[in-house]
């Protein structure tokens, strides 16, 4: 084990951007979806069972070289944002695999018109039938679907359109400076600051935050009012009913479903959220704790520290302990070059795991300062490397990111760590630190998140009136968050009206925030079925499950787990473990005074 932070190795695919074998990766990717043109427009229909193998293998040789190249050059990218070469080369490979891609539109549509009974003819081939996922994926989409002139030119004008627009707000984003007592910050380490256990460094922090986003306001609005526009024009020309429907049709969910889902964790908001803040204003000695005191370390707990190997070696224990499978899959990330730790200059802030490729090992990217929740943040996007790992056996064209299953392995590794954490707890005081911290992250998980849906949802409908101002943006934000957090959190204009500023997913991947709450609730859920005795062998059926979240429906996923998604009982289930954790907080404030 590597005793300094790492920093990913990407040479699995590229040595670096000026590797010959990506002109030649292009190259085959132009010349290919040319060549699969002129052999298969307009004849789809007539193909043999044989030949339209042969149709999906060149549609997954392209698609692999196409996540390949847009891979690397991503993620060669997020590590230097500031460096203008990263930065062009990044784009220029977007640009020509947009351009390149346009000749093979045609596919979908024609397919779309196709018979049923001729696909069903074609699914009795076993080769093809391995493909049934990917095929009723693309079926899915069918009424969706617009005439091919038509989806050349949203595919080529997705390049100055909507992505031009999150390419801005992500590198305005990654150049943003904070200052807090003459020190400069970037936004990665700002938001470290806001978790320090001085009250003052804490607002400080939080001020700062909100003042160099209100100074950036007017861009970031205007960004977001083109992001909200350009979904506007393509939902409105696809059919799509409301703003999230585009969205649940791509985790393959009902509108129905998230909506109730939406309006369960809303009629929680006060047995949770508010009775959690609380107690919360009690420990810090407040009447009301400020918009930043939210996730502020308790005054009495210990301020602990992490080096990365311990982070590593809490993790991998819990993980071996729930699965030595689990562990397994888990350690190559970390005796492999696979994950970039250090928070540094140029760098984009937050974390994430990224799979490029459905048939190769992903990448994790971390901001590590060795905070608790560093600790957890490594567990979590680990249940994301490790849940890749299990679906590498389904292929390239049948893996399909589900926000909604995606989120379920990673929030699943907080819980095992977490759980591990608490076990190991020394005494009644730190377990209690334990339990508020994790009280604190399941309230940002599905409680905030749900908040930001219907910040959101608020938003994109106004936005059909026209655009939608900077200060209108700062209003709905303020009532969404004081609604959520309730009467013992102080929300406000001077401190936090900006901060959906600093909320990515309303950019690059609008509707993707209800995945985090359904996540959630699901995870709480299995965990009280793992608890429960009831599930013979768990830990081996839930690996089981993980490797199908993208091939089945969630119905048949968890009835092997007892558990009904389509039941609101599902959702309250979920819920009623945090309500239960806040229930063991006030009898530890009781015993512990």
Same mark, same amino acid.
């Given at each position: 084990?590597?005793?300094?932070m790492?920093a990913w190795?990407?040479?699995?695919?590229?040595q670096?951007?000026d590797?010959k074998?990506?002109?030649?990766?292009?190259d085959?990717?132009?010349?290919?979806?040319?060549?699969?043109?002129q052999k298969?427009?307009g004849?789809l229909k007539?193909l043999?069972?044989k030949?339209?193998?042969e149709?999906?293998?060149?549609?997954?040789?392209?698609s692999?070289?196409a996540?390949k190249?847009?891979?690397?050059?991503?993620l060669?990218?997020v590590?230097?944002?500031?460096?203008?070469?990263?930065?062009?080369?990044?784009?220029?490979i977007e640009?020509?695999?947009?351009?390149?891609a346009k000749p093979t539109?045609?596919?979908?549509i024609?397919?779309n018109?196709?018979?049923?009974?001729k696909?069903?003819?074609?699914?009795?081939?076993?080769?093809?039938?391995?493909?049934?996922?990917?095929?009723?994926?693309?079926?899915?989409?069918?009424?969706?679907?617009?005439?091919e002139?038509?989806?050349?030119v949203l595919?080529e004008?997705?390049?100055?359109?909507?992505?031009?627009?999150v390419?801005?707000?992500?590198?305005?984003?990654?150049?943003?400076?904070?200052?807090?007592?003459?020190?400069k910050?970037?936004d990665?380490?700002?938001?470290k600051l806001?978790?320090d256990?001085?009250?003052?460094?804490r607002?400080?922090?939080?001020?700062?935050?909100?003042r160099?986003?209100?100074?950036?306001?007017?861009?970031?609005?205007?960004?977001?009012n083109?992001?909200?526009?350009?979904?506007a024009?393509?939902?409105?020309?696809?059919?799509f009913?409301t703003?999230?429907?585009?969205?649940?049709?791509s985790?393959?969910?009902?509108?129905?479903?998230?909506d109730v889902?939406?309006?369960?964790v809303k009629?929680?908001?006060?047995?949770?959220?508010h009775?959690?803040?609380?107690?919360?204003?009690?420990?810090?000695?407040?009447?009301k704790?400020?918009?930043?005191?939210?996730?502020?370390p308790?005054?009495f707990s210990?301020?602990i520290?992490?080096t990365?190997?311990e982070a590593?070696k809490i993790?991998?224990?819990?993980?071996?302990?729930?699965?030595?499978k689990?562990?397994?899959?888990a350690?190559?990330?970390?005796?492999?070059?696979?994950?970039?730790?250090p928070?540094?200059?140029?760098?984009?802030?937050?974390?994430?795991?990224?799979g490029?490729?459905?048939?190769?090992?992903?990448?994790?990217?971390?901001?590590?300062?060795?905070?608790?929740?560093?600790?957890l943040?490594?567990?979590?996007?680990l249940?994301?490397?490790?849940?890749h790992q299990?679906r590498?056996k389904n292929?390239e064209?049948?893996e399909?990111s589900?926000?909604?299953s995606?989120?379920?392995?990673s929030?699943?590794?907080?819980?095992?760590?977490?759980?591990?954490?608490l076990?190991? %707890?020394?005494?009644?005081?730190?377990? +209690?630190? !334990? @339990?508020? *911290?994790?009280v604190?992250?399941?309230?940002?998980?599905?409680?905030?998140?749900?908040?930001?849906?219907?910040?959101?949802l608020?938003?994109h409908?106004e936005r059909k009136?026209?655009?939608?101002?900077?200060?209108r943006?700062?209003q709905?934000?303020?009532?969404?968050?004081?609604?959520?957090?309730g009467?013992?959190v102080d929300v406000?204009?001077?401190?936090?009206?900006?901060?959906?500023?600093?909320?990515g997913?309303?950019?690059?991947?609008p509707?993707?925030?209800?995945?985090y709450?359904?996540?959630d609730c699901f995870?709480?859920?299995?965990?009280?079925?793992?608890?429960s005795?009831?599930?013979?062998?768990f830990?081996?059926?839930y690996?089981d499950?993980?490797?199908k979240?993208?091939?089945e429906?969630y119905?048949?996923?968890?009835a092997?787990f007892?558990?009904?998604?389509?039941? %609101?009982?599902f959702?309250?289930y979920? +819920?009623? !473990? @945090?309500? *239960?954790?806040?229930?063991?907080?006030?009898e530890?404030d009781?015993?512990?005074?």
């Open positions: 084990m590597k005793t300094e790492p190795d990407l040479s699995d695919f590229y670096n951007i590797d074998q990506i002109q030649k990766d292009l085959f990717y132009k010349n290919s979806a040319s060549e699969f043109a298969y427009k004849k007539e043999s069972a030949e339209f193998l149709v999906i293998k060149s549609i997954e040789k392209r692999q070289t996540s190249l847009g891979g690397f050059a991503y060669n990218m590590t230097q944002m500031k460096n203008q070469k990263a930065v062009a080369f990044y784009q220029s640009e020509k695999l947009t351009e390149y539109v045609f596919f979908s024609e397919f018109q196709l018979d049923r009974k696909i069903d003819e074609w699914l009795k081939d076993e080769n093809i039938n391995f493909y049934r996922h990917w095929i009723k994926r693309l079926r899915r989409f069918k009424d969706y679907e617009l005439s002139p038509v989806e050349e595919l004008k997705s390049l100055t359109s909507g992505e031009a627009w390419r801005l707000y992500e590198e305005t984003s990654s150049r943003l400076v904070y200052e807090v007592d003459g020190k910050y970037n990665a380490e700002i938001s806001t978790l256990k001085n009250s003052d460094i607002a400080k922090a939080g001020a700062e935050t909100n160099v986003l209100k100074e950036n306001g007017h861009l970031i609005t205007y960004i977001y083109m992001v909200m526009k350009d979904k024009i393509e939902d409105e020309k696809r059919g009913k703003p999230v429907s585009a969205r649940n049709l985790e393959d969910v009902t509108d129905e479903a998230v889902l939406a309006q369960t009629k929680h908001y006060k047995d949770i959220a009775r959690f803040y609380k107690l919360k204003a009690k420990w810090l000695g407040l009447k704790i400020s918009y930043w005191d939210r996730n502020a308790l005054p210990e301020d520290t992490y990365w190997d590593v993790v991998l224990d819990a993980y071996k302990e729930f699965s030595p689990l562990y397994d899959i350690k190559d990330f970390f005796e492999n070059n696979w994950i970039d730790v928070p540094r200059d140029g760098k984009r802030s937050g974390a994430f795991c990224s490029p490729l459905a048939t190769m090992h992903p990448y994790l990217m971390l901001n590590f300062v060795g905070k608790q929740n560093d600790v943040t490594l567990a979590h996007e249940g994301h490397g490790c849940h299990l590498i292929g064209l049948n399909h589900r926000m909604t995606e989120e379920v392995a929030v699943f590794g907080e819980m095992v760590v977490f759980q591990s954490m076990k190991n %707890a020394r005494n009644d005081k730190e377990k +209690l630190c !334990l @339990i508020a *911290s994790k604190s992250d399941m309230i940002n998980t599905a409680i905030r998140q749900i908040a930001f849906h219907f910040f959101e608020r938003a409908n009136k026209g655009e939608v101002s900077e200060e943006l700062c709905i934000w303020l009532e969404e968050m004081r609604e959520s957090l009467d013992f406000s204009e001077k401190d936090c009206d900006h901060i959906w500023e600093m909320i997913h309303f950019f690059f991947l509707f993707y925030v209800y995945a709450s359904f996540a995870v709480n859920s299995l965990y009280q079925v793992s608890q005795g009831k599930v013979d062998s830990a081996d059926k690996l499950m993980l490797s979240t993208a091939l429906d119905d048949k996923i968890l092997p007892g558990l009904n998604p389509n039941s %609101a009982d959702w309250e979920g +819920l009623n !473990l @945090i309500s *239960s954790y806040i229930d063991i907080l006030e530890l009781k015993k512990i005074n």
